[in-house]
């Protein structure tokens, strides 16, 4: 067998006899140098997709689509009207309990009881937690309601009795005493929040969140000394306060009937009867 060398079998060397190179020519020379080849990475531009799902936005100086531009320039749809002609529930807000009458967050309920009284509605009858009175006013039907599920807990009664009469939240009017106005303010609003009104909390909670519903506030102003909050609600009226609160009672009568007789814009606008 023939001896083989560093240079490679027989074979080899014959081959690279024959090519014309000795090997040890072929072993003196220098290795070629391999070409490297980098592979740089691919640099992202700004066609790649993005990652939000905003819709791409056109080019600059080019035209939107005609249906796209229709559609921007669309305006938004107005919240539907409620019809103000059907039954209205008017909610005045307190504690049940000869105790509670006459207190500063019973002002609600003294609203009703003077209402009922000057339009000769019985507000006796209890249902779905509430003492209820129906008849008629301005030419509307209404029910006059005093929930008797106490203050916290006044939803329960305003939402079920909503729903079994089918009244919409905005001809649910509601009468309720509010701290942050002076004593004897009163105010008409056609839907707003709570502003810490606990009666008035309850009834958004239990009619689904909506604050689109009227209510007119009749201030009964903050304590003055270091009284709880809780305490000072549950106080009645002092003796200098009481003829102002009795004027604020009449002009809270006077907003109901202008609301049922003129619309809920117009009477919130100032307009009465």
Request: glycine fraction near 10%.
């Amino acid at each position: 067998m023939p001896k083989r060398t560093a240079t490679g079998s027989p074979s080899s060397s014959a081959s690279t006899a024959a090519m014309g190179t000795s090997p040890a020519r072929l072993s003196a020379q220098p290795p070629q140098k391999r070409r490297k080849i980098t592979v740089s990475a691919v640099p992202q531009t700004a066609t790649a997709a993005p990652k939000t799902s905003q819709p791409a936005l056109p080019a600059a100086g080019s035209k939107p689509a005609a249906g796209a531009a229709a559609k921007a320039a669309a305006p938004k749809p107005a919240a539907s009207k409620v019809d103000e002609n059907g039954m209205w529930m008017i909610v005045g807000l307190g504690n049940p309990g000869s105790n509670y009458d006459d207190t500063r967050h019973n002002i609600g309920f003294k609203v009703i009881d003077e209402l009922a009284a000057a339009a000769g509605i019985d507000c006796r009858k209890l249902e779905k937690s509430a003492a209820v009175g129906k008849g008629e006013l301005q030419g509307k039907q209404v029910l006059l309601v005093k929930p008797v599920t106490f203050m916290n807990n006044s939803g329960e009664s305003v939402a079920a009795l909503a729903k079994f009469y089918r009244v919409p939240p905005g001809r649910v009017l509601v009468v309720a005493d509010d701290l942050d106005q002076p004593t004897a303010q009163v105010r008409l609003r056609q839907r707003g929040g709570h502003g810490g009104h606990n009666g008035l909390r309850s009834i958004i909670d239990r009619m689904g969140g909506t604050q689109d519903f009227p209510r007119i506030k009749i201030g009964i102003g903050r304590p003055s000394g270091p009284i709880p909050i809780a305490s000072y609600v549950l106080q009645p009226f002092n003796k200098a306060e009481r003829p102002e609160i009795d004027t604020a009672v009449q002009e809270s009568i006077v907003m109901i009937k202008s609301v049922l007789a003129l619309g809920l814009e117009k009477a919130a606008s100032g307009q009465r009867i």
